[in-house]
């Protein structure tokens, strides 16, 4: 299916995961966040409705930049933002997480959080429900500014 356009637009916030813009603008338009992925051309729908591919917000290529920009107008440059090569170098290395290798634990990955991440409860309430992309690194752990330690979401659920 071709990308297609939603009726109510979700402007990305600086620093946003990809994953967290995809959900807001799901819950902005009252449907599941496959459904949006799909409308947007990403594809991203596997064996099960709600999975979503591990790497989804971990590394973007030429394909999604175009496909995004076709369904939102939000230029390629705003969706590399919303990725983990932001923090590529040094001991960083995006390079080894691949849709392969998302399923297995690996040493080299030990610095992101693939499949979720942490979240600062004040941010989250005070922005509307905007993920930080920096809280998928594994050595986020605390919010200076609102002197809390960030915390996986729910009480006894998994990470988002």
């Not at 338009?29 to 991203?44: F, H, I, K, Y």
Request: hydrophobic share 40%; net charge positive; aromatic share 6%.
């Amino acid at each position: 299916m071709p990308p297609r356009g939603l009726a109510l637009v979700t402007v990305p916030q600086t620093n946003e995961a990809f994953a967290s813009w995809v959900d807001r603008r799901a819950r902005v338009n009252r449907c599941p966040s496959t459904e949006v992925a799909d409308l947007m051309g990403l594809r991203l729908r596997g064996v099960y409705a709600d999975a979503r591919p591990p790497v989804l917000g971990v590394r973007c290529d030429e394909a999604v930049r175009q496909t995004v920009y076709a369904a939102t107008g939000v230029p390629g440059g705003t969706v590399d933002r919303m990725h983990l090569p932001v923090f590529e170098g040094g001991s960083l290395s995006v390079a080894a997480l691949s849709a392969g290798e998302a399923h297995w634990p690996s040493a080299r990955r030990e610095w992101v959080e693939v499949y979720g991440s942490r979240a600062c409860p004040c941010c989250l309430l005070a922005s509307g429900g905007v993920w930080q992309l920096w809280w998928k690194l594994s050595c986020a752990a605390v919010r200076p500014e609102h002197q809390v330690t960030l915390r996986m979401r729910g009480c006894g659920t998994g990470p988002r």
